[in-house]
């Protein structure tokens, strides 16, 4: 080795021609080489002389380890020696700059491609993870940005091997000294902890946070003081991360960076798949596999954390086991329930409301008589309600959860009510009330994420429809992005941790698309129906004002009364029983909520108000029977409207897999029902933020575009609304048989009655989460002419759903 100008020179290390250093460090300099022997360039990082030769030693043995991986997003080692008392590493050289090279040059990056850099990245580290190899040392000037624009991690120098914190070989491996680069640290490798995969998700975060941020996230000119801030402090994510990061990507950072590793991802692919779901929202159902297995471990190992949670697990297990069991006796269920002085007395309040004294022939004063007399699964049901509600009333939000839970309890009293049979109400209610486990979990055991969650899914952003409003995200979505799986497969994998049965488990699975048309036969399929019904009907009336409850839950009654097999107004009745069962339990068990409760709402009389003269309105089928033989002018008409409206199904479903314009596909619907059924005028109205009225904005037909500027729709509720807002209100699909009619002529508003003055129209809102952002209007000349059977109504229907998928898709 020689010194020119106060600079090393190494011109030769063994066969490596050194050509020009690469960069350096406070151990070693990286140089390009030529291999005389392979003709080929590489990387060359030349430890410095002087270095402890029992480092140097721990270097050589962890680089001859790492050469072992092989992954396209980790710059592998060829090799590892010692020549003429000089060690090195040889790597593949790579083409390009390293990640600190890049911020230099843009400061901050956009979203997306800081979040596929760092799923590059991830990938890597999960591979070295595979292999039990930790990298330890993770920051920007150890990522290479290739010629592709990908990310590679290279320089596992002072990678350490996986050792289970709990086995004895893991003390032996744990050091005090502490290992990696102030700034980048975890806050268990800041106290010289044993080496775990966790250690490098924390700086993976970290990085993200620089790269969107343009700045430094624990920097100080003193190093110490960076590592005793990371063992002490939580980082805090910076405020303004730039307009393209959201909630749900600062919810994955900030998990990234818990302080606790149990609260952080539990490993690099769990982090990984969590921001492929936020750069791909619409495949965040379809993760699945050994992604949401490692995240439902993650969350049912943080609620292990939680002792409530390992003794409601054994009281649910145990009493599940005691009342699908044949051969345990009614002593076995009422010693498991005595167990517990507070679910005892409570139980034995709810048992003696009107839903039971007519079993008890006076006060039911023992559990024994109560498990005689109301059956096992009555007690199961009341005792499993009982116990979430015990464990809620601990928790420092316990007003969140007692509205969870009451909403639930609705759900389930309204499930027992629509059954069809005595025999099969208890197994309805159970599957009702834990139809939305996952959720009401969630809000016990992770309140931060619950309202991470809220925020993501809250309804005035799902019906922002201006150039900048983000598309809306469902609650399914929502809670894969914020957990790692969703709210449904999280209830499901802790009903199965629990040993609650199959057909429970299946109907906690959301049915897709609309309820069939024909009654269910099939007892499964109903009881799914039957515990989604009951929860839609359940928020629904969480979410609404008293006033205008009863229609809205006459619009539902109406839209999942055929396939359970009850009238629209049984339905109705089950719904306002259910609220009085309600509200007898609630009593019994001494539940108090304040005035401002939402939850109020589902003890309110479901009791129609002045609106609801329009219920008669709402859409349905004029004929859903065809005659069986011969075919009139009607039916070759009806046949005719339904081979186009399938026809603009599927052009518009063609359309919307391409580079679609939004535009273009609400005229194709638009020109799909304005040809089928013949109407005079097609309107399409769309909400205006500013004024929160829905407004005209294009159709077809007759003196369309002069009609078109009078469609003014106010969304806001009033104490008398007009009938274009009531139907709004309510997002309830109506036809107008004979508009002259006294008790529909009087409430039109004045502009429909001078400018537009139809006969006959027919309305269909467009709604996001119950809220409706704009409106489907189409008319003809004569009263009575619209005649629609149940194939014109169900495709109506169909496209003015295509119609809000176009809506959310991103434009």
């Not at 096992?376 to 464990?391: M, T």
Request: glycine share 6%.
């Amino acid at each position: 080795m020689s010194v020119a100008g106060g600079i090393d020179v190494l011109p030769q290390l063994g066969r490596f021609r050194l050509l020009r250093r690469l960069g350096e460090g406070a151990q070693a300099t990286v140089w390009l080489a030529h291999d005389s022997r392979l003709d080929r360039e590489v990387a060359l990082k030349v430890l410095r002389p002087g270095t402890d030769p029992g480092s140097v030693g721990e270097w050589l043995h962890e680089a001859r380890a790492v050469s072992r991986l092989t992954h396209p997003f980790i710059v592998p080692i060829f090799e590892a020696d010692t020549q003429g008392g000089q060690s090195y590493m040889v790597f593949e050289y790579v083409p390009g700059g390293t990640l600190t090279d890049h911020l230099r040059a843009h400061k901050n990056l956009p979203a997306r491609s800081v979040v596929e850099l760092c799923m590059d990245v991830l990938d890597g580290l999960h591979a070295a993870h595979q292999a039990g190899v930790v990298h330890r040392d993770l920051k920007p000037s150890n990522i290479l940005i290739d010629a592709k624009g990908r990310a590679r991690v290279m320089d596992f120098g002072i990678a350490g091997r996986v050792v289970s914190d709990a086995s004895p070989a893991a003390q032996a491996h744990r050091s005090e000294r502490i290992v990696g680069t102030p700034g980048y640290l975890s806050p268990e490798a800041a106290r010289g902890a044993a080496p775990s995969p966790q250690m490098d998700v924390f700086a993976v975060a970290i990085m993200m946070v620089e790269m969107l941020s343009g700045k430094r996230l624990n920097y100080d000119p003193d190093p110490w003081r960076a590592v005793q801030r990371v063992i002490d402090e939580d980082l805090q994510i910076p405020t303004h991360l730039g307009p393209d990061v959201d909630d749900a990507l600062r919810a994955i950072l900030q998990r990234g960076l818990a302080r606790d590793p149990m609260q952080r991802w539990p490993d690099a692919r769990a982090m990984h798949d969590a921001l492929a779901v936020w750069l791909n929202p619409s495949q965040a159902e379809d993760a699945g596999g050994a992604a949401e297995g490692a995240a439902l471990e993650f969350l049912l190992r943080r609620m292990q954390h939680q002792g409530d949670f390992p003794a409601m697990s054994d009281a649910v297990g145990r009493i599940q086991r005691l009342t699908m069991s044949e051969s345990e006796s009614l002593s076995s269920l009422s010693n498991e329930i005595l167990k517990d002085v507070a679910l005892t007395q409570k139980l034995l309040r709810l048992v003696n409301t009107v839903r039971f004294s007519h079993a008890g022939a006076g006060g039911i004063t023992t559990i024994s008589r109560a498990v005689a007399l109301v059956g096992f699964g009555g007690i199961r049901n009341l005792a499993l309600s009982l116990i979430l509600l015990e464990r809620m009333e601990n928790k420092t939000h316990a007003q969140q959860l007692r509205e969870e839970f009451l909403r639930s309890l609705m759900a389930a009293s309204l499930a027992r009510e629509l059954c069809l049979d005595a025999q099969g109400g208890e197994e309805a209610f159970l599957c009702a009330m834990f139809h939305n486990l996952g959720r009401a979990l969630t809000e016990f055991y992770f309140p931060d994420e619950a309202r991470q969650i809220r925020r993501i899914t809250r309804p005035e952003r799902d019906i922002l429809m201006g150039k900048d409003a983000p598309a809306p995200v469902s609650e399914s979505v929502a809670s894969t992005r914020v957990l790692g799986m969703s709210y449904e497969r999280l209830g499901i994998g802790v009903a199965r941790k629990w040993g609650l049965p199959e057909s429970l488990q299946l109907s906690m699975r959301r049915p897709e698309g609309e309820p069939p048309v024909r009654q269910l036969a099939n007892t499964d399929e109903r009881q799914r129906w039957l515990a989604h019904a009951a929860n839609d009907v359940a928020d629904v009336i969480l979410r609404t004002e008293p006033a205008q409850a009863h229609a809205r839950v006459h619009a539902m009654a109406q839209r999942y009364a055929r396939c359970l097999g009850v009238s629209a107004e049984v339905f109705d009745h089950a719904a306002d029983q259910a609220r009085q069962r309600l509200a007898q339990m609630t009593a019994a068990m001494d539940l108090s909520l304040p005035k401002n409760s939402p939850a109020l709402r589902l003890l309110a009389p479901l009791t129609p108000s002045a609106d609801d003269s329009l219920s008669a309105l709402q859409l349905q089928a004029t004929q859903v029977i065809e005659p069986p033989s011969g075919q009139s002018q009607q039916q070759q008409s009806r046949e005719h409207a339904v081979e186009i409206l399938a026809a603009g199904i599927q052009d518009v479903s063609n359309a919307m897999v391409e580079n679609f314009k939004l535009n273009e596909v609400l005229r194709m619907i638009l020109e799909s029902i304005f040809r089928a059924l013949g109407f005079r005028r097609v309107v399409f109205c769309l909400r205006d933020p500013k004024q929160d009225c829905l407004t005209g904005r294009f159709g077809l037909g007759q003196d369309v575009e002069t009609v078109v500027p009078f469609f003014k729709i106010a969304l806001a509720p009033s104490t008398r609304a007009n009938l274009f807002e009531a139907v709004c209100q309510r997002a309830a699909d109506t036809l107008i048989a004979d508009a002259s009619a006294e008790k529909i002529a009087q409430r039109l508003p004045a502009w429909y009655s001078g400018a537009v003055s139809a006969r006959s129209f027919l309305l269909l809102p467009l709604a996001l989460k119950g809220k409706t952002f704009a409106l489907i209007y189409a008319d003809r000349d004569h009263a009575g002419e619209l005649d629609l059977g149940e194939k014109e109504l169900s495709l109506l229907r169909t496209l003015r759903n295509q119609a809000v998928m176009a809506f959310r898709q991103p434009q």
